[in-house]
């Protein structure tokens, strides 16, 4: 027998009717080029509304991807609503790959109109020499019609102000419904490993995620919060956040393109911030910022971290800047957050920080185990296994590429972790990043956080080298903060007694820079790459770079 109660599809256009209606006068605060721009919830449904007008104008019809090359700004969200709630795709591309890998989403996605800022205009113009001839058929660069760019681009692609396209249309356009299951954003991974990959979410598997996002033990948003997303909308949706934040009514503040720890800090004290969130190194150019001027937080609450693992050292200090931060883990493939760190009640301290530091407990919504073969690995907090992920906003496969799921429907992660009695999961490896020494595993996150407990450490990466007796044995690589000294020894002497002896690196390579990917992560396999025979052919211990 069926209830009785009223049934209908989930749509993402919803999020922001339910802002302009009753959060009208919550705001999104942008940092433009050209300055602090804000506009209320209300408009920016309106003009969601024009930008849909203007995209039925310009030939899109529903299901066709449309590319974005954007920052966070009030723009980039009126993008989000307008092509997902008019029952295209929004496909965001991250401007941080390379010009060939731009290309080739844009090309697999078969982008026909490509939204850009201006100051991707050389991007655009390199991206758009590599596509098939006759894809593209415009681009819309994000200003008005007098800052348009200068841009060297083949006849037949129009260009166009995002303002001007928008002064043209008068809003009076009803939000459609269609099926839920419908694809709403398709985000490509950063293919460290071979191409970028796919994934499509649809209106469903948002409009679940973003209100699991709400959840008290998740980020809890509320209406009286301000929340500055520093993760980039071009990667996995800014983790969603945009989109609980039009649910929470929650007033948005975004960076645009100013992403360094002194501009950071300044727009979360002008705006008012009271939580944010963002990778590991954005919060640690933010607090390296902060220790510089001797500031603190005047409004900051809590902060939601992941990406990769939240360094130990970073959240102490964080904490003692009265700043909770919540350590977050996922992946493009899960919308991406699946797990989040926030306290339960009954432990003993200790217990409880271990928890805190871990990647967290899984959301409502999903599931997660640990598997070893095909076995579930006991939750002892000793047993390591290959982490698994199912769940309504986690996908199948790869678009246009067969399934990825394992048979009974479990996502593999490649990550790999232990369970706690409570079920918080600690990651202690990417499965290719685990250094297995003399048959025992060593995690080179640990290694790695040790490390960056280190007065002097910025940033450090561990590997496995090969070696003739241990197969593998861990090195770490380490990039000094500006003017701090340390030498090998006293980085080695640092790990004693808090890693097992024969866990210790057997050497430190020092770099002036370590190697990122488009999103921010250690490129391990460079390193890997360039280490990986460093014991075999080192004559020396502590050599300089090879
Ligand atoms: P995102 O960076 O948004 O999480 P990606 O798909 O680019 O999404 O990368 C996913 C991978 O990043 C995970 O499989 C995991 O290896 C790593 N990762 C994400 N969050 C964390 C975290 N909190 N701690 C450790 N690793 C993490």
Same mark, same amino acid.
């Given at each position: ?25 919550? *705001? =999104? ?6 300055? &602090? ?43 989000? /609503? ?12 991250? !401007?941080? %790959?390379?010009?060939?890998?731009? $290309? ?10 490509? /939204? ?16 098939? $001839? ?40 009803? +939000?459609?419904? /269609?099926? *839920? ?36 033990? $998740? ?14 909308? #071009? ?11 039009? =649910? ?31 990778? !590991? ?61 926030? !306290? ?34 006991? +939750? ?7 982490? *698994? ?13 067969? !399934? ?6 479990? /996502? ?28 025992? +595993? ?13 007065? $002097? ?19 770490? &690589? ?13 980085? %080695?002497? #640092? ?6 002896? +024969? ?5 430190? =390579? ?37």
């Amino acid at each position: 027998m069926l209830g009785l109660m009223q049934y209908e599809q989930l749509m993402i256009s919803d999020f922001i009717v339910h802002a302009a209606r009753h959060h009208a006068r919550a *705001e =999104i605060v942008s940092h433009l080029a050209e300055g &602090i721009h804000r506009q209320t919830y209300r408009d920016t449904e309106l003009r969601a509304r024009k930008l849909a007008q203007a995209l039925t104008r310009l030939g899109v019809k529903p299901g066709d991807r449309v590319a974005t090359l954007a920052w966070n700004t009030h723009r980039h969200v009126e993008l989000y /609503f307008a092509i997902s709630g008019s029952a295209a795709v929004v496909n965001t591309v991250n !401007p941080r %790959l390379a010009p060939g890998d731009i $290309a080739y989403i844009i090309g697999h996605a078969e982008d026909h109109v490509l /939204f850009a800022e201006v100051d991707f205009a050389p991007l655009v113009a390199d991206v758009v020499g590599r596509l098939p $001839a006759g894809l593209l058929r415009t681009v819309v660069f994000l200003c008005a019609a007098h800052a348009l760019p200068q841009v060297d681009l083949p006849s037949g692609i129009d260009v166009v102000a995002y303002e001007a396209l928008l002064e043209a249309e008068d809003g009076d356009y009803g +939000w459609p419904r /269609f099926d *839920e299951r419908s694809a709403s954003a398709l985000c490509y991974t950063s293919g460290t490993t071979g191409r970028p990959k796919g994934v499509l979410y649809t209106h469903r598997s948002t409009t679940l995620k973003a209100m699991a996002m709400n959840a008290a033990d $998740a980020c809890g948003l509320r209406a009286v919060d301000r929340l500055m997303p520093a993760v980039p909308m #071009f990667h996995v949706n800014a983790w969603s956040l945009p989109y609980a934040a039009t =649910i929470a009514g929650t007033s948005l503040v975004m960076p645009g393109r100013f992403l360094d720890g002194e501009s950071l800090y300044r727009l979360i004290e002008d705006e008012r911030v009271t939580f944010a969130s963002g990778v !590991p190194s954005v919060w640690l150019g933010v607090l390296a910022h902060v220790r510089k001027i001797g500031a603190r937080f005047s409004t900051l609450q809590r902060m939601a971290v992941g990406g990769s693992a939240c360094p130990e050292s970073m959240f102490d200090a964080y904490e003692a800047l009265g700043v909770n931060i919540i350590h977050a883990w996922g992946m493009t493939e899960s919308s991406p957050v699946a797990t989040l760190s926030n !306290p339960v009640s009954g432990v003993d301290p200790a217990t409880a920080r271990r928890q805190r530091l871990s990647q967290g407990r899984v959301l409502f919504g999903v599931d997660l185990r640990a598997t070893r073969g095909s076995t579930e690995v006991p +939750w002892d907090g000793e047993t390591s296994g290959d982490i *698994e992920l199912r769940g309504h906003w986690v996908a199948t496969g790869y678009y246009k590429t067969p !399934p990825g799921t394992t048979p009974d429907g479990w /996502f593999p992660t490649g990550d790999v972790g232990v369970f706690d009695a409570n079920g918080f999961v600690l990651l202690t490896d990417r499965s290719k990043d685990l250094i297995k020494s003399g048959g025992e +595993w060593i995690s080179s996150i640990d290694l790695e956080n040790i490390a960056m407990g280190h007065p $002097a450490i910025a940033e450090a990466a561990a590997i496995a080298a090969k070696h003739p007796k241990w197969d593998e044995r861990p090195v770490l &690589i380490v990039a000094l903060k500006p003017g701090a000294t340390v030498t090998r020894e006293e980085l %080695l002497d #640092f790990y004693a007694g808090k890693v097992a002896r +024969w866990a210790v690196p057997d050497d430190v =390579i020092f770099v002036d820079e370590l190697p990122h990917g488009a999103t921010g992560k250690l490129l391990k396999s460079e390193l890997r790459a360039r280490y990986a025979d460093h014991l075999v052919r080192a004559k020396t211990p502590g050599a300089s770079p090879d």
